[in-house]
Nanobody, 115 residues
Framework: QVQVVESGGGVVQPGGSLRLSCAVS????????AAWHRQTPGNDAHDEVA????????SYTDSVKGRFTIAVENASKTAYLHMDNLTPEDTAVYYC????????WGQGIQVTVSS
């Protein structure tokens, strides 16, 4: 059974940093593509904030450019989202998406930015 487990969320003050992890286990290939989405209260959409195609390029939504960094560590089959200079507008449930080679989703993890 493939498992995708997110960790690293929590509560931080504005200007703080967090690193989210998305660990994949089970009978998967290496990670080919990873993305992070977020869902804010009252919004059904899971808006993509960052993506990384292994061996290719990264992409970020405008609101997080220069602050968020996506990375993939295939030795541990883990994707990361490092978030710096967090603002209250970043408060959301964050979901990772992994292609390895099929698509899997993490369970979602809460990030709260509050002063």
């Amino acid at each position: 059974q493939v498992q995708v487990v997110e960790s690293g969320g929590g509560v931080v003050q504005p200007g703080g940093s967090l690193r989210l992890s998305c660990a994949v286990s089970g009978s998967t290939s290496k990670i080919n593509f990873a993305a992070w989405h977020r869902q804010t209260p009252g919004n059904d959409a899971h808006d993509e904030v960052a993506s990384f195609r292994v061996g290719g390029s990264t992409s970020y939504t405008d609101s997080v450019k220069g602050r968020f960094t996506i990375a993939v560590e295939n030795a541990s089959k883990t994707a990361y989202l490092h978030m710096d200079n967090l603002t209250p507008e970043d408060t959301a449930v964050y979901y990772c998406r992994i292609d390895a080679p099929y698509t899997y989703w993490g369970q979602g993890i809460q990030v709260t930015v509050s002063s």
